[in-house]
């Protein structure tokens, strides 16, 4: 077991706290280099998208995980990035040029909501930014002369420093992961910065905040501003993976999947974005699997057990059925929804600080260590 | 003029819907603050329990009607037992989420229970219109309007006359005082579910003339409902019904007289607009605690 002797603020702010971390990620980084040459291109088109959810994950985790700031209308901002995106690129303006820009114009949109919502707290903020993000999602239905309306409008191919990047190439997977890790790394200066600090400040107490001197407002704008522009940046390779962007795709379904992304990864630190994200996007290629493969499964065990081969049959078609239900996804997301709250409320990044917890203090460890401690007087109303 | 009394008709009896559901949450919040997110899709689901017990089972309209109720609030019992009660007094968001989850998995259950079309119940009200001069008024639109009304002013009576009622306010203040104070407080937020199951049921039976129920018919009147509710005062009873009936008529009165599109985000429009003049809503106790 490993001991880290603190003796300076330095050694506490540590990107790497240790020479393992060295050793983890940079097997990380290693094995998602070389990710392109060793999976199937369904698989890596998988990936692009755990990286883009991801990235979206960060930004939302700025905001709710670290400053406390529900919101349901990230999908906006995401269409915000995708559609200024798509627009530029009418006028050839250069791949950098409308990244930033398109990352510019979110920004200063989520501080243009940030502002209206230092007033909210709770349960009204998340059904203003729901309320947001409604009309945001109408608006683009609506202006066609910007949006093309409900008809949507095509992306064309990335060109970057005069080289065409296909939406399924290597390149522009090794562009969303550049993407995501310089966002992840920012954003873990960001928070040990004397501004992260002020965020989680603010999430855990805005009165002890206020009168430590931080000034609860102006972080609040900012928390808003650096999120909606980090999703704006994803929604400018969203748009390029998808090429081709409709209003129907930014609905509120988006933004709780958003949510969920980040819930059931773990809202404390910056590895549940990623865990969350990869639950998510992989959840469709296992329902896939689950449809395809399922039936046969269980007709087979049915079989083992000395189920007729007409029994078997049976089931293999009523299990077929019952797997291609049409609902069957919204099902298993609510499913798992309500059982990460219930059960794993810190999310998968909790459950692996549990296991490896467990490892090193075997036999110590005690399930109190991680028991969230409930609190039944205070009223969020009269905060 | 005529157009405008006709729209203003019809904008009460959908705000009406509106301010059903809009009880719903406001129940549920006196109660536990908890807001639930499942509203919606909880009158989706009486909708469906009402169209199984009248439609496809042939009972008598009254017969369903309570059948449904009663049902649904042994639902709203069982939901609040599995989701709900193992998660109070954590915070708000988590709440919020599961019962986000819970919508969600009721959406597709209902799918795939009753399929995505739309289903019709008949009703004693949906053939008849009453005539005013020469006003046209259909009775499934006048009797969401006085079901609402009789709904709101038993709920209030409720709320603030009887032992119970004051019991879920105090426990709503504070939970762990009222648990010392010999109220039974777990009951109670079980009770209060029960009850804002069966008046979404209500909701949900009396619509079923005007929009049909289908399984997304929570959602998106239970999002309408939000601006209702906020409008009212989050934790008002009246405020409820008077926020659900303003929401109901200018969504219809937009419908009408603006250009397309207006008629969606107008409530969201109001919404956003009260929650930055006048947060606490108009009938809302918000108190801001000053630092």
């Known amino acids: 077991m490993r001991f880290l002797f603190k003796t300076d603020y330095e050694d506490d702010i540590k990107l790497f706290p240790h020479s393992g971390y060295f050793v983890s990620y940079g097997i990380l980084i290693a094995l998602l280099l070389i990710a392109p040459y060793m999976l199937s291109s369904y698989l890596m088109s998988q990936l692009v998208f755990v990286c883009i959810y991801a990235t979206v994950g960060v930004a939302l985790l700025i905001l709710t995980g670290f400053t406390g700031q529900a919101s349901l209308g990230h999908a906006a901002f995401l269409a915000i990035g995708a559609y200024t995106a798509a627009y530029l690129q009418k006028y050839n303006v250069p791949f950098p040029v409308y990244f930033l820009a398109a990352g510019g114009l979110t920004g200063i949109i989520g501080a243009m909501v940030g502002f209206p919502a230092l007033r909210l707290t709770g349960i009204y903020l998340v059904i203003a930014t729901i309320s947001f993000a409604l009309i945001v999602e109408e608006i683009l239905a609506r202006w066609e002369s910007v949006t093309n309306g409900n008809e949507g409008m095509r992306v064309k191919t990335l060109s970057l420093l005069g080289v065409t990047v296909p939406r399924d190439s290597p390149t522009f997977y090794y562009l969303c992961l550049a993407v995501l890790v310089l966002t992840i790394v920012g954003t873990l200066n960001l928070l040990r910065s004397p501004t992260g600090r002020a965020f989680v400040a603010i999430r855990d107490s805005e009165t002890a905040a206020r009168s430590m001197g931080v000034n609860v407002a102006l972080y609040k704008v900012k928390s808003f501003a650096i999120s909606a522009a980090i999703t704006g940046f994803a929604g400018v390779l969203f748009a390029h993976k998808l090429s081709f962007i409709s209003p129907e795709m930014f609905t509120l379904q988006l933004s709780i999947e958003f949510i969920i992304v980040i819930l059931i990864g773990g809202t404390f630190s910056l590895h549940g974005a990623v865990l969350g994200a990869i639950f998510i996007v992989m959840i469709d290629p296992f329902l896939t699997y689950l449809k395809d493969d399922m039936p046969g499964i269980i007709a087979g065990i049915a079989a083992t057990f000395g189920a007729g081969p007409a029994t078997a049959g049976n089931i293999q078609s009523k299990v077929a059925a019952f797997a291609s239900l049409n609902g069957l996804k919204g099902a298993i997301y609510g499913i798992i929804i309500v059982l990460f709250v219930l059960f794993e409320p810190l999310g998968l990044y909790g459950r692996w600080l549990k296991i490896k917890l467990f490892f090193q203090l075997f036999p110590l460890y005690k399930r109190a260590t991680f028991k969230r401690q409930k609190i039944y007087v205070k009223s969020e109303r009269n905060r | ?291």
């Open chain 2, 1 to 291: 003029m005529l157009d405008f009394v006709q729209q203003l008709v019809s904008g009460v009896a959908l705000g009406c819907v509106y301010g059903l559901i809009a009880l719903g949450f406001v129940l549920v919040y006196k109660a536990t603050e908890v807001v639930n997110f499942a509203q919606g899709d909880l009158m989706m689901l009486g909708g469906f329990f009402a169209f199984t017990f009248i439609g496809m089972m042939g009972l008598n309209y009254w017969v369903g009607f309570a059948g449904a109720v009663a049902a649904m609030a042994l639902f709203g019992m069982l939901a609040e037992r599995v989701v709900v009660r193992p998660i109070l007094g954590y915070p708000q968001f988590s709440i919020i989420m599961a019962t986000i989850g819970l919508g969600y998995f009721l959406r597709s259950i209902a799918g795939m229970i009753w399929g995505t079309d739309d289903l019709k119940i008949e009703t004693p009200f949906s053939q008849g219109v009453l005539r005013i001069g020469s006003l046209v008024l259909a009775y499934d639109k006048l009797s969401v309007i006085a079901a609402t009304m009789i709904l709101c002013t038993l709920l209030y009576l409720f709320f603030n006359k009887t032992t119970l009622g004051t019991a879920m306010r105090a426990s709503s203040e504070n939970m762990l005082a009222a648990y010392y104070m010999g109220i039974p407080v777990k009951r109670v937020v079980s009770i209060v579910w029960a009850i804002s199951a069966a008046v979404a049921t209500a909701a949900g039976v009396l619509l079923a003339p005007i929009t049909f129920i289908h399984s997304n018919v929570g959602l998106v009147l239970g999002l309408k409902a939000f601006p209702a509710a906020v409008l009212g005062g989050f934790g008002s009873i009246p405020g409820a019904v008077v926020g659900g009936v303003l929401i109901g008529v200018i969504e219809s009165m937009a419908g009408f007289y603006l250009a397309e599109g207006w008629k969606d985000v107008a409530p969201y429009i109001v919404l956003l607009a009260v929650l930055l003049l006048k947060p606490e809503g108009l009938f809302g106790l918000h108190v801001r605690k000053k630092v």
